[in-house]
Structure formats: structure tokens, C-alpha cells
């Protein structure tokens, strides 16, 4: 059955409050899914299975009909809403809030893993309406006697696959035993593994399924690009994308902690805003990492599958598959949080010549064929640039109060020269280092004519170029040693955004250090980092002591980095020239 007729949020009789909570949030249209739950929650009184992707709208399909039903004057909890993580119990407890805002006196409640029990305990007590949990955390609850769900009339089970995935399956069980035979339960899973049939099977009352579109209905609007290139180039060949692509905000997925580990530090090193999000970090770690990239104060969140399951960041421009996923669906998960809500999302994947026959079987799942895209060329990534380049120089608001006093020194120095070289020089300041960097780059596409010419992006020049720094990066062997063999790099978690500057960092330097002056080096401001070059008998807890230091309340984390490039001089990142 498809809906053909334009539907508005009005026309499923959800309580005004509700349609104005939905205006607010700018919701035009309700996605596929929302299309054909709501009316079903609304009216039907059968289980309902919908199989349906990340993104297309899941959350406004099941809560704003739990709390067009909900009933504030009955001090229960009426709607149970489990789902696999904390984050996205939070995600969800957020925007059931946002839905709620206009309604008058409905209690939402978050119960999840990972944080202290009493205060949800407490909440509980206090009574609420909806809750919103993770399978563990509510099954100890009620372990501990401290839930009543024998007035819950409506059960929706989030992300089903990903819960019985996560080994939930008995909490799940223990859980549903609890709430009455009479409640309509409602499950959604982005694919039927047999567990999920299973509980189906075990839980369900002959079930209706819904399914949205065939596949991921978002997915219409995700195009899939692949990049062929030899293993060894896949770092470099990710920078140039991205050097093509000023203003991505997306995921780069990678297979393992590890990996994600190195592919974030390299890009923070070589000047990009980017972080990682992997299973090591601590609960707080992952909450800043989510935080800075929810904010958008990070552009790229690099980060493995399951780490960054439940993060509901929306209006993704790329999701970036630097290395393909062992299995297709999740392949699907990974490009289905691109394309979110009617807006264009691209896909990108990096392959190597051997997993050709990945991409077909990765297509056949997409239902839609790779566009096969050319890494770009260092003129290419040049070209791009330029354009970043001069559109910022055009959007330059040239301040001429405050340029004022210096006009006359300005006017005798530069107005000797002509336009046309005006504009060089203007042009050059920025572009050229950014030229040299990849002045004679190779091309990266496998199936490319032998490339002699990396050798001499290696060799040439000084040594500094995309290639040096890819080797390094390939290589993963500890750095060069400094050719005076005493300095060490560190880096700060701080840069020209936290309002860094030299003089700010040297102060932090020396308040952490007291005692004999420092002997510093280069200090290096990036946007995000700096990095500061100390003399290594300086060092040995130099690191321990800045991290015992805040800066404009933010917890600072100081660590030794390698050196760029070989020689003397530490050579600041490209974005760092830049600007
Ligand atoms: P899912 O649970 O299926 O992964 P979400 O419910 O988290 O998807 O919705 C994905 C994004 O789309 C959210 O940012 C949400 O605010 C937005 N969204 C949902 N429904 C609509 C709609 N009808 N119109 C516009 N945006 C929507
Ligand atoms: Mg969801």
C-alpha cells in the first residue's frame, strides 16, 4: 500500500498541542514510516512489526501517538519505550520531551545503564507516564521491585535487532512478562534476524507489518560514491576528498578501535577537525566527543559501528566508509544516517582493487548502483581550495574604523602595486604553501600508470609533502627521531577556538611548571589543538601536570605527538597556514 496523498501532521487527528510541537520543530511533511504507524497506533488495536531504517523518522512515529494517548491524570507509567543504548534512550527521552512541550503535566523518564540507579529510582517514585529505557538497567529495576508496570498499555521495542545484537534478549523477556497481556506491543528493527522473529513469535499477537519503502526509505535520497585506491593510499586519498569537501559534517566508520584511533589522530595532526568516538573512551570521554560533534564544534567524528550506534546526529552531509564493514546490513546502517528526512546524503566508500566484488554484493543491498568517482587530483584539491579561499577573502568584512590609523601605512606600502598584483599577492599568501603541498601529488586511484611520480612527491621538495606524511601514517612505526634528538612535540586539547594563543599557552606552561623557565620551541595553534615543542629534558611529567590544568573551564588533556615531517623546523598544518 502506498500513500499517495499528501498527509499533514493534522490530518491524523493528533492532539493540536502535538501539531504545534511538530510545527515548531519544522516537520512539514510526516516521512513514510510516520505515515503509515501513526494512524496505525492511533486507530488499530493489533501488534504491529515495522521494519524500518535509522532516519526515517521512528521516534515521531511512536511517540507522538504515546502521548496523544497518554493520560496525565492516571499516575502510572502507561508507554514503555526500550531501546538498545543510552544514547539513544536520551535521544529519544529528548525528543519525546520536545513533543510533549505543549502538553500539560505528561512525566517522561529516562532509565538507563552506566550512570547511578537512585536518582531514577527516585523519579520513579515520584511517578511518571512514559518511560524510556535500556533493557539492563530496567530489568534491574524491577529486580529490585522498584517498577510497576502493570498499567502499561503500550510497549514499543526500538531498534530490535540491535538489542537482541547486544545480548538483551533475557532482559527483554523478564521485561515483557511484566507488562499486562493486554498491551499492544510495537517493535521496529532495521532487518528480521531470526532472534527478532523470535521474539516476535513469543511476544506478539499475530503482529501487522508495516514495512517502509523496500529498504531504508532515507536511502532514496543517498547517492553511493566509491573510491578505488591501493591499500596503502587509503589515508591520503581521504584527505584529498576531504580537502574537497570544506564543509562535510559526517562520520568517517572505520573497523576498529584501533583503527579509529589512528585515522582521528592523523587528521587532528594534519590540521582537520575531527575525533574519535571508539568502545575505550569512558562514559564522560564518549559524552564530550558526542557533545563537540552534536555542536558541530567538530566536523568529522571518526568512530567504529558500535560506538556510535544510538548517536542521533541528524543533517549529515557524508558518512565516509574508510574501510568497508564485514557485513552488508551494517553497511546499510552506516550510509542510512546520511540522507536524513528528504535531504540529500552521500555515501562515500574507500575500496581497495580486491574488494570489487564487495561492492557488488554492497549494491544489490542498496538496491542502487556506486557512482565510481575519481580520487581528485592535486589540481582538483587545488581548485577546490581556491574557491574556500577566495570566497573567504570575498566575505572578509573589511573593518575601515578600525583599519584607520594604519591606512597611511597600508596605502604607501601597497598601493605601488597594480590590481592584478595585488590580487597575486593576495591569492599567494595562503595558496601557495598550499600548492607546494601538493605540487607533483600522484594520483591515487589504483588502476592508475605506474606512478613514478609519488616517488618525487616523496623525494623532491623537502620532504614534507602528502606522500611523506601518508608513509608515516601507513608505516604506523614510531617517528623519525628530531634531528637534535631533545625536543618533544606536545599536544593540547586547545586551540584558536578555546581563544589559544602563544602568549595564553606559554602562561599555561609556566604555571604548570614551576621551578626553572622551560625552554619552549615552536608553538603551533590550530583550530582545535596546539602544539608546543619542549626541550625533552623538560618533559618527563610535563604532560601529567598540564592535564591537572583547566583553560576557560575546559579540562586540559596534553599528550607527546610525533614530529611532522623530517628536519628541523615543525611545519604548521595546512588549515593552520590557511587562515
Ligand atoms: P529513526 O529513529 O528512524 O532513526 P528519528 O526519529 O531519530 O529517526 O528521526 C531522524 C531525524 O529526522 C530527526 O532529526 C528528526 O527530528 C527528523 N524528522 C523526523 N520526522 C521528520 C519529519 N516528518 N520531517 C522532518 N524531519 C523529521
Ligand atoms: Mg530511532
Known amino acids: 500500500m502506498t500513500t499517495t496523498i499528501a498527509t499533514t501532521f493534522k490530518d491524523f487527528g493528533l492532539a493540536p498541542a502535538l501539531v504545534q510541537a511538530v510545527t515548531d520543530l519544522k516537520f512539514e511533511t510526516p516521512t513514510p514510516v510516520q505515515t503509515k504507524v501513526i494512524p496505525a497506533l492511533l486507530k ?8 524500518a531504517q535509522t532516519g526515517t523518522g521512528k521516534t515521531a512515529a511512536f511517540g507522538l501517538p504515546l502521548l496523544h494517548l497518554t493520560d496525565p491524570a492516571a499516575n502510572v507509567p502507561q508507554a514503555l519505550v526500550l531501546c538498545p543504548t543510552r544514547e539513544l534512550c536520551l535521544q529519544i527521552t529528548r525528543d519525546l520531551t520536545s513533543f510533549a512541550k505543549h502538553l500539560r503535566g505528561i512525566r517522561i523518564l529516562a532509565i538507563y ?35 510497576d508496570l502493570s498499567g502499561v498499555q503500550r510497549v514499543v521495542l526500538d531498534e530490535a535487532d540491535e538489542m537482541m545484537s547486544m545480548g538483551f534478549e533475557e532482559d527483554l523477556a523478564a521485561i515483557l512478562t511484566e507488562t499486562p497481556e493486554t498491551s499492544r506491543t510495537l517493535l521496529f528493527s532495521a532487518t528480521m534476524p531470526r532472534a527478532v522473529a523470535t521474539i516476535a513469535n513469543k511476544y506478539m499477537d499475530d503482529p501487522e507489518e508495516i514495512l517502509v519503502g523496500h529498504r531504508n526509505s532515507g536511502s532514496d535520497t543517498v547517492r553511493h560514491e566509491c573510491y578505488v585506491v591501493h591499500a596503502p593510499d587509503r589515508y591520503a586519498a581521504l584527505r584529498r576528498i576531504l580537502d574537497c569537501l570544506p564543509s562535510i559534517y559526517g562520520i568517517v566508520f572505520c573497523r576498529t578501535r ?47 559501528d558500535v560506538a556510535s550506534r544510538g548517536l542521533d546526529v541528524t543533517d549529515l552531509t557524508h558518512v565516509i566508509n574508510y574501510n568497508l564493514p564485514d557485513d552488508p546490513d551494517l553497511y546499510t546502517h552506516r550510509s542510512g544516517r546520511t540522507g536524513r528526512a528528504g535531504k540529500e546524503g552521500v555515501s562515500i566508500v574507500l575500496a581497495n582493487s580486491r574488494e570489487a566484488y564487495r561492492l557488488r554484493s554492497l549494491e544489490a543491498v542498496v538496491r542502487k548502483p556506486f557512482v565510481h568517482k575519481k580520487v581528485p587530483t592535486g589540481r582538483e584539491v587545488c581548485e577546490a581550495q581556491l574557491q574556500v579561499l577566495l570566497d573567504r577573502v570575498k566575505g572578509l568584512g573589511a573593518d575601515e574604523k578600525r583599519l584607520a590609523p594604519y591606512w597611511p601605512t597600508i596605502e604607501a606600502s601597497l598601493s605601488s602595486l597594480t590590481r592584478e598584483e595585488l590580487m597575486r599577492c593576495l591569492v599567494a599568501r595562503d595558496f601557495d604553501r598550499f600548492l607546494s603541498d601538493y605540487d607533483k601529488a600522484p594520483d591515487l586511484n589504483a588502476g592508475a600508470p605506474e606512478r613514478s611520480s609519488r616517488r618525487e612527491g616523496r623525494e623532491g621538495r623537502d620532504g614534507r609533502g602528502e606522500s611523506n606524511r601518508r608513509e608515516r601514517f601507513e608505516r604506523g612505526a614510531p617517528r623519525a627521531p628530531s634531528s637534535q634528538g631533545a625536543v618533544t612535540r606536545l599536544q593540547v586539547n586547545l586551540g584558536r577556538r578555546n581563544g589559544m594563543t602563544p602568549p595564553v599557552l606559554m602562561s599555561i606552561l609556566n604555571r604548570a611548571t614551576p621551578g626553572p623557565m622551560l625552554r619552549m620551541g615552536r608553538i603551533e595553534i590550530m583550530e582545535h589543538a596546539s602544539v608546543i615543542e619542549v626541550f625533552a629534558g ?42
Not at 527516585?122 to 524510556?132: C, E, F, P, S, T
Open 113 to 147: 545503564g552506566g550512570s547511578p540507579i537512585d536518582p531514577q529510582l527516585r523519579a520513579l517514585h515520584r511517578g511518571v507516564h512514559i518511560i524510556v529505557a535500556t533493557p539492563g538497567r530496567l530489568n534491574d529495576v524491577l529486580r529490585r521491585k522498584r517498577a
Open 44 to 51: 488499530g488495536t493489533r501488534d504491529l512489526v515495522a521494519l
Open 538 to 579: 623538560d618533559t618527563s611529567d610535563l604532560a601529567q601536570r598540564l592535564n591537572q590544568q583547566s583553560y576557560d573551564g575546559r579540562q586540559i588533556e596534553a599528550k607527546p605527538v610525533g614530529r611532522p615531517g623530517r628536519g628541523g623546523q615543525p611545519r604548521p598544518s595546512r588549515r593552520e597556514r590557511e587562515s
Open 258 to 304: 584501533i583503527e579509529t584511533q589512528e585515522v582521528a589522530a592523523h587528521l587532528e595532526a594534519d590540521g582537520y577537525s575531527a575525533e574519535a568516538l571508539h568502545g575505550d573512551l569512558n562514559q564522560q570521554q564518549r559524552d564530550r566527543v558526542m557533545h563537540a560533534f552534536r555542536v558541530r564544534q567538530r566536523q568529522l567524528l571518526v568512530a567504529t
